[in-house]
């Protein structure tokens, strides 16, 4: 798909910005109250990345060296076996250790300060983490200068940071400098910038700046097109990373122009219409038709993408699996139960062929999934809370019970339990009560589920003394999960919530 020559444009403004433009971008601290959750990976870059896994600290004391490097070791399973507790101790006594044999204001230094900061956001310490990322990027100015490649990773680490603590404006500021620096160090058009691109449409979700958002994703696509060419394959990928960006943020229209455009560049190949790459693009297609309630058109992307792996002349079990669950989630959706089961049965059999499969087999059919209903994540905050301030308000939640029959439809929904009572429980029952499951399937056929529960943790700005200590009755942390889609790049799973 060709993008708009705005695309162009600004890419060649932004680039001479970058040219004259200060390398040093001044960013805010997050508030001592406010909290921050960066999500930042380990290894973001590759040269980081080598840094991290094999450092050459410059000392010739062994003894200490092998500390070092044990520790590290230590951090990077504990990190691995996600014990990120027991890992923040082990990336603190790399830093620790560092800091005792080469110095603290060292390059070396560099990389476990970043793996430390990546550990407190992943244990809640998030003004920590934000001080060691800063302190990360200031020890690398000072050996390597404004413009090293290495400070890309902990600029990244900071402006996630303040995506998650909502301090949009500064994280602007912090990934245009990444921005810039990759630019000057891997050229205008290189892949690894995506990542910051990614982290800038965050921030301008967050600033209700859908156009700079959309730029920044648009953008990726013109640089795969000016690397492999308009037509050429290569760059369906670029496609579908637009196309999924545009159904995340609604943007229907543009998402389903895009997979015809992707599904246009594949017929195009040798293959034809038999190419097994347009799978993905008709499922694309399928969803966007669905997201508008044209159930009849996504039925028959759906179909057609089964035609295209029924053509191959090895079947993907697990492609043809997966549309065949989409398929019957779809009549699911609509009543057509029976129909439904057929595709679901099928979809057991395929899975059931060999035991590789058997795992995606248990996460499609061993317990119900809901695939119809109104999205939870509209009922984590109650009315009272809408338009208040996070840290006035108080948790809640609600645990319901419920049975799942056989066709997907749900009975017997129950409060069991209520903190405070009343506030969210005819919400969530009358949600549960208007929702449809797929069923869960024991030996290929679809059975009755009883006595199952759900807990929806919810924000209010209520707060009820008949179940609340005095001393208790003070403004708590939200739960992770009351953290709604607004203000973030959402990555929603294949049914609803």
Not at 36 to 45: C, K, L, W
Not at 158 to 171: D, K, M, P, S, V
Not at 469 to 486: C, S
């Amino acid at each position: 798909m060709k993008t708009t020559s705005r695309i162009g444009i600004l890419l060649f403004s932004l680039f001479v910005a970058h040219l004259v433009a200060p390398l040093m971008a001044q960013t805010g601290r997050a508030d001592e109250g406010q909290p921050v959750d960066a999500v930042t990976e380990v290894s973001v870059t590759p040269d980081v990345a080598e840094a991290i896994i094999a450092p050459e600290p410059v000392i010739e004391d062994q003894s200490a060296m092998s500390l070092r490097e044990d520790a590290h070791k230590r951090f990077l399973r504990l990190n691995d076996e996600e014990r990120y507790e027991e890992a923040l101790d082990a990336a603190l006594e790399v830093v620790l250790l560092t800091q005792e044999e080469i110095g603290a204001d060292t390059i070396e230094l560099a990389t476990p300060l970043v793996n430390l900061a990546t550990m407190q956001t992943k244990n809640g310490d998030h003004l920590s983490a934000e001080t060691n990322y800063k302190r990360c990027i200031a020890i690398i100015e000072k050996h390597e200068g404004r413009l090293s490649a290495r400070l890309i990773n902990p600029l990244n680490g900071l402006g996630a940071t303040y995506n998650r603590a909502e301090q949009y404006e500064n994280a602007v500021s912090v990934f245009e400098r990444a921005l810039r620096i990759n630019h000057v160090n891997e050229g205008f058009y290189n892949l690894d910038q995506f990542k910051i691109q990614d982290g800038l449409t965050e921030s301008h979700v967050g600033l209700q700046e859908i156009e700079d958002a959309n730029f920044y994703q648009e953008a990726q696509l013109e640089i795969y097109e000016r690397r492999s060419g308009v037509d050429n394959p290569e760059i369906v990928v670029g496609i579908y990373k637009l196309a999924d960006w545009y159904t995340r943020s609604n943007q229907i229209d543009a998402a389903m122009q895009a997979y015809r455009s992707a599904d246009k560049i594949l017929r195009k190949t040798e293959a034809g219409k038999a190419n097994p790459a347009r799978v993905g693009a008709l499922e694309g297609i399928a969803q966007a038709y669905a997201s508008v309630g044209n159930q009849s058109a996504s039925a028959s992307a759906l179909k057609s993408a089964l035609t295209v792996i029924d053509s191959q002349m090895e079947i993907d079990y697990r492609s043809r699996a997966g549309v065949l669950v989409k398929l019957g989630d779809l009549y699911t959706r609509n009543g057509k139960f029976t129909t439904a089961d057929v595709n679901y049965a099928e979809a057991w059999r395929d899975l059931s062929r060999e035991e590789d499969l058997l795992g995606l087999r248990d996460e499609y059919f061993a317990s119900p999934v809901r695939v119809a209903g109104r999205k939870l994540s509209l009922l984590r905050y109650a009315p009272d809370a809408r338009g208040k301030a996070r840290d006035t308000l108080n948790t809640g939640y609600v645990l319901i019970r419920y049975s799942v029959k056989s066709n997907g439809r749900v009975e017997d929904v129950q409060v069991v339990e209520s903190e405070p009572p009343g506030i969210m429980d005819k919400a969530l029952v009358s949600t549960f009560s208007r929702s449809v499951f797929r069923p869960r399937r024991v030996d290929g056929v679809a059975v009755y589920s009883e006595r199952l529960l759900y807990q929806l943790d919810f924000l209010s700005s209520r707060d009820d003394s008949r179940s609340r200590d005095k001393k208790d009755n003070v403004p708590l942390e939200y739960p992770d999960d009351a953290r709604t889609d607004g203000g973030r790049i959402a990555y929603p799973e294949r049914a609803p919530d």
